[in-house]
């Protein structure tokens, strides 16, 4: 069973609140300045994201966008958190090949690539929030990120536990071995995705 803000593995979806439901037109704002900034993102990268230009792209005065997140830092957190949201509802219940009905390698290929664009959209936020914190592991999010890694491992007859193989799947994924392969390497986010999902399907390909 399935409950409003947990996961059918019983993990909690990060961006579910607990706290009083905001008014409907604070609601709206927050929406509107949060699409507003992911749009900034997918069309000129993070560093575009500034107060002013979000407040330019939502129509609104930057007044609004400080008095609704305070700062950049805490508008970039904010973004963070809506988008590993949308993330978790999209892998869980949203359309194929990300969301159940496709072919459970082809949903970890999608998996992959939208976790990927996710951490290089908000690199600078995941690198500061504790990439070297030894007990990262254990958040909910990447809790939630790797049980489902596990069970389309599962799903493509891997047997017996599968914990060593799904963190050394989403090991290239994570934000520090990321920013490695795009500043050191100078791999593209692109490359990268295509070098990841060529490793998983190689190996998932060795196995039958």
Not at 32 to 57: E, F, N, P
Not at 189 to 199: K, P, T, Y
């Amino acid at each position: 069973m399935t409950f409003p803000g947990s996961s059918p593995i019983g993990l909690p979806v990060v961006g579910g609140s607990t706290l009083s439901p905001e008014r409907a037109d604070a609601a709206r704002n927050r929406r509107l300045l949060l699409a507003a900034a992911q749009s900034l993102i997918d069309d000129q990268g993070a560093a575009a994201v500034t107060m002013d230009a979000v407040a330019r792209a939502a129509g609104v005065g930057k007044g609004t966008v400080f008095r609704r997140f305070g700062n950049r830092t805490g508008l970039m957190h904010a973004l963070l958190d809506h988008s590993e949201s949308d993330l978790q509802q999209a892998f869980l219940s949203g359309p194929m090949p990300l969301g159940p009905g496709a072919h459970p390698l082809d949903r970890l290929a999608a998996y992959g690539r939208a976790r990927l664009k996710m951490n290089v959209d908000h690199l600078d936020v995941l690198l500061e929030a504790g990439s070297d914190d030894p007990d990262r592991f254990s958040h909910p999010v990447w809790a939630m990120s790797t049980q489902h890694v596990k069970i389309l491992l599962g799903e493509l007859g891997f047997r017996h536990r599968l914990d060593v193989l799904a963190y050394a799947i989403q090991a290239p994924l994570d934000a520090i071995t990321v920013r490695h392969l795009l500043d050191v390497v100078g791999l593209t986010r692109e490359q990268i995705a295509d070098d990841w999902e060529s490793m998983v399907r190689t190996l998932v390909a060795g196995t039958h």
